[in-house]
């Protein structure tokens, strides 16, 4: 039996389960994944049979949906899970 993977078309909207208060006037409800990793998105990423930090994807979703870094540590771990399956999804067949 082959493992199918979740494949994610771009632009890809991911709609937060806990919005983040960016601002007293500002609250980031999604997030809009425009662009496929690149490798400069993955220069500083471990590879091979390294383990990954928790955050290690942060730099990434942010330049793929264009926030801002200390924007993307705000939002809720859950979101983030999701986000980071939105990433790894692009990254091996």
């Known amino acids: ?6 494949t994610y078309d771009l632009p890809y909207t ?3 389960k806990y919005p983040v208060q960016i601002t007293e006037t500002r609250t980031l409800e999604e997030l809009v994944f425009t662009s496929a990793p690149t490798a400069g998105m993955m ?3 471990p590879m091979g049979g ?3 930090k928790a955050g290690t994807w ?4 942010a330049a793929m ?3 801002p870094v200390p924007v993307i ?3 809720a771990f ?5 986000a980071a399956e939105i990433v790894a999804s692009f990254l091996a067949d």
Do not use: A, C, F, W
């Open 14 to 16: 991911l709609t937060l």
């Open 78 to 82: 859950r979101d983030y899970s999701k």
């Open 73 to 75: 540590r705000k939002i």
């Open 58 to 61: 942060i730099p990434v979703i």
């Open 50 to 52: 390294e383990q990954h």
């Open 65 to 67: 949906t264009g926030q």
């Open 1 to 6: 039996m082959q493992d199918e993977k979740t």
């Open 43 to 45: 220069e500083n990423i």
